[in-house]
């Protein structure tokens, strides 16, 4: 069965520093997303992806964070100077359809660990 | 302003014993409802999705209902083992875009 990848598993990066966690969602999906769970609370959402733009952003996904889309099978999110609140689970995941057209599950990766130091 | 809660956070049961897992959600108007399994640091599974227009969905011993007038799911379990020790995860999407709105969870621990 397909399934969305994600890498590394875990990474270990100095305060300040940039970080980039890479995604690989089902190959025909068309919708992608992050979050992050942060250690004991709840999972929540950072931004949407569709049709190569954002189509939503949380509040936490302020100028530090972008993502990108770079090919046709890559989907990175990057954090340019890394806080130590930044240190969380982040989960990517995509769908084949948006929730309006076709009622179809999110699909989630086994997640990066960032711990920042 | 959707808010999701699941009740119990944690439950703990015999072997064999079938089970029930609550989920409340305070806006009805949703599109599904999805419940995930979540093993200890890793990602989300997806079980079920259960449509707005549905009562029930199954999947072998999974069982969800949704009540949407009440703003309610239940995740049944039947005839639980110990591999399905994990923590349930409930969630909404908050809008036609897919933003998931997620519920604290509930650490299921079956016991031999």
């Known amino acids: 069965e397909p399934e969305v990848t994600q890498t590394p598993s875990h990474q270990v990066t100095q305060m300040g520093q940039e970080v980039i966690l890479r995604c690989v969602p089902i190959?025909?999906?068309?919708?992608f997303y992050w979050y992050r769970q942060i250690l004991g609370q709840k999972v929540e959402f950072l931004v949407s992806f569709y049709n190569n733009e954002i189509s939503e952003k949380s509040e936490i996904f302020d100028d530090q964070f972008s993502v990108e889309r770079p090919d046709g099978s890559n989907f990175t999110l990057k954090i340019r100077s890394t806080k130590l609140e930044d240190s969380a689970m982040y989960f990517c995941?995509?769908?084949?359809f948006g929730q309006g057209g076709g009622n179809q599950p999110q699909h989630f990766g086994d997640g990066t660990r960032l711990s920042i130091l | 302003k959707q808010e999701v809660t699941q009740i119990p956070a944690a439950l703990s049961v015999p072997e064999g014993e079938n089970l029930v897992l609550n989920c409340s959600f305070t806006?009805?108007?949703?599109?599904?409802l999805q419940w995930f399994r979540q093993d200890p640091g890793k990602g989300l599974t997806s079980l079920l999705l259960?449509?707005?227009?549905?009562r029930e969905q199954t999947s072998g011993r999974l069982n969800a209902s949704l009540d949407k007038s009440s703003g309610r799911s239940t995740l049944y379990i039947a005839a639980s083992q110990p591999g399905d020790s994990a923590t349930y995860l409930c969630a909404v999407p908050y809008n036609q875009g897919g933003k998931l709105i997620f519920g604290q969870g509930t650490e299921l621990s079956v016991k031999p």
């Open positions: 806006d009805s108007a949703i599109y599904n």
């Open positions: 995941a995509s769908s084949l």
């Open positions: 190959s025909n999906h068309l919708y």
């Open positions: 259960i449509q707005s227009s549905q």
